[in-house]
């Protein structure tokens, strides 16, 4: 290792936290493998040999969005003809299916509704929680909290509080995308900012409510706004402690506005994989999003920092629209054999990550 990073896998080693120079170093590493050896480090005294995997949903109600984020093709204005609205009897379906599958989680997110209100939103977590009572119901990032507050004329808490009655048990973490002004003002400016993502999730974290966190990298964002992004995320994560997985999303350019973009490479979503893991020292989890990935990468992850490959999905449609060529779904059998070839112990978990233990 060259000295920068000799001096940083010394801190990891002795379990002392690394500063913004220091994640500034690793971006400008091009040491992929010393990179790993540090995140690999810093994930197996977290997790050991572990790999968490779960038996997981997506379940996008509607893609009708005002908001045309450029990096975004699944949004769509209400006319567009790839613009769809799942009815709730086609939901009820959709949740009994997968609790009969074995799902222990149904991951809720769509686009901003220009016509739905929050009695529609508490609605759809009562149905769920109707035909799949015990599917833990993770939903509605950031962004969609916020617009369900504007809509109702009512506070972030007071929605929050709403949503739990009805049967929210956390948040996922989309929405962050890059967490400076820069980034937002050329690729999402019409979408929340940083500090008020960040609100947010401190209210939900307030209110007992655990969250996800994520960062959307291969665009037009450089390692600065990266750097800056993390921060905030550790910063945050210091005061509230209810961040429980860090996500790592590798742009998916194809069918977007910013499709002139070439994509990440395997190596750049094993490097951002890597970093998060040891700049995020009070991130429980780091997981990979094989879905954005793929398979391969997915699994090489897997000794490069992430201790989490996500789950089965069963029907993912936001990366799909965008271009992705990976698959809608993986079996659960398919995700242990992953998890075995890179050397690693497969853990079911549920969505707060309690193990999962099945009947033979």
């Not at 700049?279 to 990979?288: C, E, G, R, S």
């Not at 897997?302 to 089965?312: C, E, K, R, S």
């Given at each position: 290792m060259d000295a920068a990073l000799q001096s940083i896998h010394e801190k990891v080693q002795n379990e002392q936290r690394i500063d913004a120079d220091d994640c500034r170093a690793l971006f400008a590493s091009n040491d992929l493998l010393a990179l790993g050896r540090i995140a690999n480090l810093a994930r197996e005294r977290k997790n050991g040999n572990r790999a968490f995997y779960n038996i997981n949903r997506h379940i996008n109600y509607s893609n009708v969005c005002y908001v045309d984020c450029k990096f975004c093709e699944f949004g769509q204005p209400k006319s567009s003809p790839k613009a769809y609205e799942l009815s709730m009897s086609e939901m009820e379906r959709m949740g009994r299916e997968?609790?009969?599958q074995g799902a222990t989680e149904f991951h809720i997110v769509g686009g901003l509704h220009p016509d739905l209100k929050l009695d529609y939103y508490e609605n759809l977590l009562r149905t769920f929680k109707s035909v799949a009572p015990g599917v833990h119901l993770k939903a509605f990032t950031a962004v969609e909290?916020?617009?369900f507050a504007k809509i109702s004329r009512l506070s972030v808490e007071e929605v929050l509080k709403r949503l739990i009655a009805a049967g929210l048990g956390s948040m996922p973490g989309g929405g962050a995308e890059v967490m400076t002004e820069r980034v937002r003002k050329l690729v999402f400016p019409n979408k929340i900012g940083a500090e008020r993502w960040l609100e947010i999730h401190r209210i939900a974290h307030g209110l007992g409510l655990r969250s996800n966190a994520t960062l959307l990298y291969g665009h037009v964002e450089n390692d600065e706004d990266k750097v800056v992004h993390l921060q905030k995320l550790r910063d945050l994560q210091d005061e509230t402690g209810g961040f429980q997985t860090f996500i790592p999303l590798s742009f998916v350019p194809y069918d977007t506005q910013l499709a002139h973009l070439p994509p990440p490479t395997g190596l750049s979503d094993l490097k951002h994989i890597a970093i998060s893991r040891i700049?995020?020292?009070?991130?429980?989890?780091?997981?990979?999003y094989w879905i954005m990935t793929g398979i391969k990468v997915a699994?090489?992850?897997?000794?490069?920092?992430?201790?989490?490959?996500?789950?089965?999905v069963m029907q993912e449609r936001i990366v799909h629209m965008a271009g992705a060529e990976t698959p809608e779904g993986l079996h659960v059998d398919e995700l242990v054999k992953l998890i075995r070839e890179a050397g690693r112990e497969p853990v079911e978990r549920d969505t707060l990550y309690n193990i999962v233990s099945r009947a033979a």
């Open positions: 997968a609790a009969a909290i916020d617009y700049f995020l020292d009070n991130f429980a989890h780091v997981k990979v699994q090489l992850a897997l000794n490069f920092g992430a201790d989490d490959i996500d789950g089965t």
